[in-house]
Protein backbone atom coordinates (compact mmCIF):
# COMPACT_ATOMS: atom_id res chain seq x y z
CA UNK A 1 0.00 0.00 0.00
CA UNK A 2 1.44 3.27 -1.42
CA UNK A 3 1.00 6.83 1.41
CA UNK A 4 -0.53 9.85 -0.55
CA UNK A 5 3.16 10.85 -0.69
CA UNK A 6 3.95 7.91 -2.70
CA UNK A 7 5.91 5.93 0.19
CA UNK A 8 5.09 2.12 0.21
CA UNK A 9 4.16 1.77 3.81
CA UNK A 10 4.75 -1.63 5.66
CA UNK A 11 2.48 -3.08 8.33
CA UNK A 12 4.23 -1.86 11.98
CA UNK A 13 4.58 -4.54 14.62
CA UNK A 14 2.38 -4.09 17.39
CA UNK A 15 -0.62 -2.02 15.09
CA UNK A 16 -4.06 -3.84 15.38
CA UNK A 17 -4.45 -5.49 12.22
CA UNK A 18 -8.22 -5.43 11.21
CA UNK A 19 -10.12 -8.14 9.99
CA UNK A 20 -12.77 -8.50 6.85
CA UNK A 21 -15.39 -6.88 8.32
CA UNK A 22 -12.87 -3.93 9.30
CA UNK A 23 -13.00 -4.86 13.10
CA UNK A 24 -10.16 -4.46 14.91
CA UNK A 25 -9.16 -6.07 18.66
CA UNK A 26 -10.93 -2.72 20.11
CA UNK A 27 -14.24 -3.93 19.30
CA UNK A 28 -14.15 -7.61 20.60
CA UNK A 29 -13.92 -6.37 24.06
CA UNK A 30 -10.25 -8.07 24.15
CA UNK A 31 -8.68 -5.14 26.07
CA UNK A 32 -6.32 -3.80 23.43
CA UNK A 33 -8.54 -1.18 22.69
CA UNK A 34 -6.56 1.70 24.42
CA UNK A 35 -3.79 1.23 22.35
CA UNK A 36 -4.05 4.57 20.43
CA UNK A 37 -4.85 6.37 23.65
CA UNK A 38 -1.23 4.74 24.60
CA UNK A 39 0.29 6.04 21.55
CA UNK A 40 -1.35 9.26 21.51
CA UNK A 41 -0.06 9.81 24.84
CA UNK A 42 3.59 8.80 23.85
CA UNK A 43 3.28 11.73 20.78
CA UNK A 44 2.41 14.06 23.24
CA UNK A 45 4.89 13.74 25.50
CA UNK A 46 7.61 13.80 22.75
CA UNK A 47 6.21 17.07 21.39
CA UNK A 48 6.37 18.24 25.21
CA UNK A 49 10.21 16.65 25.45
CA UNK A 50 10.62 18.70 21.93
CA UNK A 51 9.24 22.44 23.06
CA UNK A 52 11.90 22.11 26.03
CA UNK A 53 14.77 22.44 23.08
CA UNK A 54 13.22 25.44 22.53
CA UNK A 55 14.67 26.87 25.26
CA UNK A 56 17.07 29.78 24.07
CA UNK A 57 19.54 29.88 26.94
CA UNK A 58 20.72 25.92 25.78
CA UNK A 59 19.80 25.91 22.38
CA UNK A 60 20.39 27.44 18.94
CA UNK A 61 18.53 27.59 16.21
CA UNK A 62 17.99 29.16 13.11
CA UNK A 63 14.67 30.15 11.78
CA UNK A 64 15.48 28.11 8.80
CA UNK A 65 15.95 25.12 10.88
CA UNK A 66 12.97 25.64 13.04
CA UNK A 67 10.78 26.17 9.82
CA UNK A 68 12.62 22.65 8.54
CA UNK A 69 11.29 20.57 12.41
CA UNK A 70 8.03 22.12 12.08
CA UNK A 71 7.59 21.11 8.20
CA UNK A 72 8.71 17.57 8.85
CA UNK A 73 6.55 17.27 11.63
CA UNK A 74 3.50 18.96 10.06
CA UNK A 75 4.65 16.64 6.93
CA UNK A 76 4.39 13.91 9.06
CA UNK A 77 0.78 14.50 10.54
CA UNK A 78 -0.97 14.85 7.55
CA UNK A 79 0.50 12.02 6.33
CA UNK A 80 -1.02 9.64 9.19
CA UNK A 81 -4.40 11.78 9.53
CA UNK A 82 -4.66 10.63 5.53
CA UNK A 83 -4.61 7.37 6.59
CA UNK A 84 -7.89 7.74 8.94
CA UNK A 85 -9.47 9.62 6.24
CA UNK A 86 -8.98 6.95 3.72
CA UNK A 87 -12.25 4.14 2.88
CA UNK A 88 -10.62 0.86 3.67
CA UNK A 89 -9.26 -1.11 0.74
CA UNK A 90 -11.02 -4.37 -0.34
CA UNK A 91 -9.43 -6.70 -1.98
CA UNK A 92 -11.19 -8.07 -4.99
CA UNK A 93 -10.90 -11.58 -5.91
CA UNK A 94 -8.44 -12.51 -9.22
CA UNK A 95 -11.05 -13.88 -12.13
CA UNK A 96 -10.39 -14.87 -15.50
CA UNK A 97 -12.92 -13.71 -17.46
CA UNK A 98 -15.45 -16.83 -18.72
CA UNK A 99 -14.63 -18.87 -15.95
Known amino acids: MDSPLGVALRPQLGC???DALGRGPETGGGGEGHA???RVDEILNNLDNLG???NRKNYEY???DVRKIFRTINNKVR???SLFQ????IRKRFKL???
Not at 86 to 89: A, Q, V
Open 36 to 38: VER
Open 79 to 81: EVH
Open 62 to 64: SDT
Open 52 to 54: KCA
Open 97 to 99: EGK
Open 86 to 89: EEPR
Open 16 to 18: PQR
